[in-house]
């Protein structure tokens, strides 16, 4: 079982930054590809950014592009997402997690294909 916990949202004005981190114990966590997701309210869940298991893959959604940086560092077992230039759209509640088959990022990344969740972290962009 892979325990996925998050951190690092808050409240930020328009413009602002953010980093999330997504941490997870060691011994798994290797493997995985690492996708960022956020759902803000009355909206499906939506894939933000990708991580492939060695890092040198990466996929970004075309709204965060040029914004959002995904990176990870596992020798500390955590994957972040750098959020700059960060709009009110992007207010949603942030989650990070991993499908138990993947170390490559999916050409096509949707929700059920993911098995290990975190438990999510909350961003506000509001002035």
């Known amino acids: 079982q892979l325990q996925l916990v998050e951190s690092g949202g808050g409240l930020v004005q328009p413009g602002g930054s953010l980093r999330l981190s997504c941490a997870a114990p060691k011994f798994a966590f290797d493997y995985y590809a690492i996708t960022w997701f956020r759902q803000a309210p009355g909206k499906e869940r939506e894939g933000v950014s990708c991580i492939s298991a060695n890092g040198r893959d990466t996929y970004s959604l075309g709204s965060v592009k040029g914004r959002f940086t995904i990176s990870r560092d596992n020798a500390k077992s955590t994957v972040y997402l750098q959020m700059n230039r960060l709009k009110p759209e992007d207010s949603a509640v942030y989650y990070c997690?991993?499908?138990?088959?993947?170390?490559?990022?999916?050409?096509?990344?949707?929700?059920?294909?993911?098995?290990?969740w975190g438990q999510g972290t909350q961003v506000t962009v509001s002035s």
């Open positions: 997690a991993a499908n138990s088959l993947r170390a490559t990022c999916a050409t096509s990344i949707v929700p059920y294909d993911y098995d290990y």
